[in-house]
């Protein structure tokens, strides 16, 4: 689909053509999101929201205009909903750090589950560090999704919020963060959705989730590196302190008190990336553009492929096989009983022109209740297609007939 708009993926690799499978990492970068960056360097470079000048206004309401655009783009309710941040990791690390301040004190419980990315874990625990808080695991069930049903196991007087990712970085299952929200939401407990994996895959709709709290990378849809975003909703918002000090998220300093902006900005300390922010809402036009439904649609039957062809070869275990995927698949090759180290198929893989991750992927825990040391993972994105599934089987066989 659209290959040609992605200039990275005519390169060369080993001098084959790059077979690129590692999307759940990063995605390439589609001309028309480049062309929109050079075009704000070239025209409107100039710091915002301070300026009176021209290009300082041009830049500002620009900058505004993206954020509207991610507003739109997520469903949410208003732009005030929208803080821009670095990426997910910063999103996550902003609320646990804020939400802590305000509600969780000595005692109190926060929930995550099994699977998540150690950015959806360590800034949780660290919170429970500052203040001597409990974290509390939500289990998988058989086919490694979490176990929503759990959650009642789980919860007390002393739970303050959950956190649970939308789409598994390492399984690509879609998780039941629908009735994870209703039973919390039951209770009056705030969920945070880690949509990293979910907002460049499937239709978002915050305000139809009804998530409190949903954070994503512009980086993993097909936008600029280093740039975030952390959705709220705006009761929840408003009840937040800001999370770093600085400029921009100020109303009035003085020495003896500091008033802090409104939203979104009190939670924007600095410089933003105005230019990034452009850039991203023109990655996020490239996906209105194609149709997220019939992006959805079409990686849906290719991972469906990938799976089958996978389970092909000789030896593979697909792990959460058959649950209803966005775009990754984890797997591993056994020799017998004996696990072809998934780092040595990776770099076989790779010296075919192959690129996967190899490894835990940030989901250790993950591993260690899989009692494996990581996986292989290929994750699609809208531009891959049967070719690419076909070249990853290839090569796959040639790497588990060498290491066998
Ligand atoms: N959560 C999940 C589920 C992820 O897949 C990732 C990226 N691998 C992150 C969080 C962290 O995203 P970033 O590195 O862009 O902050």
């Known amino acids: 689909m659209n290959r040609e708009d992605f200039p990275l993926l ?10 690129y499978l590692d999307n759940a990492a990063t995605t390439q970068k589609p001309r028309q999101m480049l062309d929109a960056m050079t075009d704000a360097y070239l025209h409107r470079n100039a710091n915002i929201h301070r300026g009176v000048h021209h290009l300082s206004q041009v830049a500002t309401e620009k900058h505004e205009q993206a954020r509207q655009r991610v507003a739109d783009f997520l469903g949410a309710r208003s732009a005030k909903e929208i803080v821009f941040t670095k990426g997910t990791t910063d999103s996550l690390n ?33 919170l429970c560090e500052r203040k001597n808080a409990r974290l509390r695991v939500l289990p998988l069930d058989d086919s490694l999704r979490i176990d929503a049903s759990q959650l009642e196991n789980l919860f007390n007087e002393r739970t303050r919020i959950i956190s649970v990712a939308h789409v598994s970085n390492v399984l690509g299952c879609i998780e ?15 969920v945070c959705i880690d949509g990293a994996q979910s907002a460049p895959h499937l239709p978002i709709d915050v305000q139809a989730l009804d998530c409190d709290f949903y954070a994503c990378s512009a980086h993993k849809m097909y936008g600029p590196t280093g740039l975030g975003v ?17 400029g921009e998220m100020i109303e009035h300093v003085r020495f003896d008190k500091t008033t802090y902006n409104q939203l979104p900005y009190k939670f924007e300390a600095g410089t933003p990336d105005f230019i990034g922010s452009c850039a991203f809402a023109a990655a996020l036009d490239y996906l209105d553009f194609i149709g997220r439904k019939q992006i959805c649609e079409y990686e849906n039957s290719l991972t469906a492929y990938l799976e089958n062809r996978l389970a092909e070869v000789e030896g593979v275990r697909i792990y959460s096989r058959g649950t209803e995927k966005a775009g990754a698949v984890s ?5 017998d009983d004996r696990l072809l180290h998934p780092f040595d198929i990776g770099t076989l893989l790779d010296r075919q022109g192959i690129a996967v991750r190899t490894g835990h992927h940030c989901a250790e825990p993950l591993m260690d209740y899989l009692g494996i040391p990581g996986t292989v993972r290929a994750s699609l994105a809208l531009y891959n297609d049967r070719q690419d599934v076909d070249a990853l089987i290839k090569a796959l066989r040639i790497a588990a007939e060498m290491l066998r």
């Open 10 to 19: 005519s390169e060369l690799v080993y001098g084959k053509l790059l077979v």
């Open 94 to 126: 902003m609320l646990a750090f804020s939400f802590g301040e305000a509600f969780v004190r000595e005692g109190d419980e926060i929930i995550v589950s099994q699977s998540e990315h150690h950015s959806n874990i360590v800034p949780w625990q660290m």
């Open 176 to 190: 039941p963060v629908e009735e994870i929200i209703r039973i919390a939401h039951s209770r009056n407990i705030p």
């Open 230 to 246: 952390l959705y709220g909703k705006e009761q929840w918002l408003e009840q937040l302190p800001p999370a770093e000090g600085g």
């Open 331 to 335: 797997f591993n090759v056994y020799h």
